[in-house]
């Protein structure tokens, strides 16, 4: 068992930087999920600490080692891919053994490792199958199963759900997650979808263009998010913007987006004092914005109207896509919600969670200032669940 450690690793293609510094600190036994867009390097950072690629800059350690230059074989990982890259002509049992044949573990061993990882994941019954002879969801267990009997120290999983369709991914999800806490081994997981690393992983690294932009647990960036491109990403549906300026009238704090003004009350304006007269832009969660009539209790609600452009039915919620004075943004209300298609709905926005940004630096302009509180809520959560 062993953490992992990316200390300022840089990754060229040619002239290209695709991950441009990043420092990162896996603990032993962690769920650490690397997401962002297509493109930003999440699968690099993977092939870089399973020695597929090479690392330009900078150290990349499994445990104390410097595995920089140690081969593959020799770094104590297995590796699930999103292809599975199962041999065709093995079968089931074939398959899980041929890592630890090439290792020379004994005949007795490999059995003994093959039955009990195929038990424990529920594919005993179809270890003499071939892969062709079995569906997406055994054949991506199969591929698990070959990455347990390695026994490894860590665990790395590029998109290993992405073939599936989405009721299997769910209970694949699961799947993965009891794995994780039953051999209690660092798993380190490549995904560009933010609710499989919101709902695996005990941290997440929100990658864009190479670069780290947050690294902390879901509560956190959910709750917390250190800029924009954070606040965008993490959330389904996705945080809503507003181009906004900050001023001040009869002491109290403005958000004024042209479109409606939010009223800051007094203590919670603390972090944004500083920046009167700035643009911002402010960040609601469809989550806050409240049907007038169905606001849940306890938050500190702010007013506006706006005109119901779609209602999508979701059983237990109703997304609503709302429009006002031009700009178009969407809620995520009470099933009991009277609006209807083409009318005016009375709202209220919940001052409580909403988000202020630096419009030219993109960061939260309340990040520094909520960070203990919500890492105390975060820690508090963490020991109920
Ligand atoms: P996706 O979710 O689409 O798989 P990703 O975040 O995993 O994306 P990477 O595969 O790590 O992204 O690629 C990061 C960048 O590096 C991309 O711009 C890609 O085109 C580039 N890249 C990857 N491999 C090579 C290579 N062998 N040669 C040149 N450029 C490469």
Redesign the pocket.
């Known amino acids: 068992m062993a953490g992992v450690t990316f200390r300022n690793v840089v990754k060229r ?1 040619g002239n ?1 930087s ?1 991950i441009k510094g990043i420092t990162i600190e896996i603990a032993d036994k962690e769920f650490l999920v690397f997401v ?1 867009p ?7 950072c993977l092939r870089m600490l399973a020695g597929l690629e090479e690392v330009t800059e900078g150290e990349i350690l499994i445990g104390d080692r410097i595995v920089n230059n140690v081969a593959p074989k020799d770094r104590d990982i297995a590796m699930v891919f999103q292809s599975y890259a199962l041999y065709p002509h093995m079968t089931v049992y074939e398959n899980m053994a041929f890592g630890l044949r090439l290792r020379k573990t004994p005949k007795n061993v490999i059995d003994e490792r093959v039955r009990e990882a195929a038990k424990s994941l529920g594919i005993e019954h179809l270890l003499d199958r071939r892969p062709r002879q079995l569906s997406g969801g055994q054949r991506q267990r199969v591929a698990v199963g070959r990455a347990v009997v390695r026994n490894p120290s860590v665990f790395l999983m590029d998109e290993p759900l992405s073939n599936l369709d989405a009721k299997l991914r769910v209970e694949a999800r699961a799947f993965i997650s009891k794995l994780h806490q039953r051999l209690g081994t660092t798993f380190v997981y ?1 995904t ?1 979808d933010q609710t499989e690393a919101m709902t695996m992983g005990t941290r997440i690294c929100v990658l864009n263009a190479g670069e780290v932009q947050q690294l902390d647990s879901p509560y956190v960036l959910y709750h917390n998010p250190r800029n924009i491109f954070v606040a965008g990403f993490i959330g389904s549906p996705a945080m809503n913007f507003f181009d906004a300026t900050l001023r001040e009238s009869d002491g109290n704090l403005i958000v004024d987006t042209g479109v409606f003004n939010l009223v800051i009350p007094q203590v919670k304006a603390v972090p944004y004092r500083a920046h009167i007269g700035k643009k911002v832009v402010l960040g609601v969660r469809p989550e806050d914005m409240h049907d007038v009539d169905y606001q849940p209790p306890g938050i500190t609600p702010s007013p506006i109207e706006s005109s119901v452009e779609v209602i999508e039915q979701m059983g237990n919620e109703i997304i609503l896509y709302l429009e006002e004075g031009g700009k178009q943004f969407v809620a995520r209300v009470d099933p009991r919600t009277t609006a209807r298609i083409g009318n005016r709905l009375g709202m209220v926005i919940n001052i409580d969670n909403v988000h202020i940004f630096d419009t030219e630096t993109t960061l939260s302009l309340g990040y520094e200032h909520k960070r203990e509180q919500i890492a105390a809520e975060a820690k508090a959560r963490a020991k109920v669940h």
Do not use: D, E, I
Request: charged share 10%; with cysteine; net charge positive.
């Open positions: 293609f290209t695709v962002g297509s493109g930003c390097g999440k699968t690099t490549v560009h």
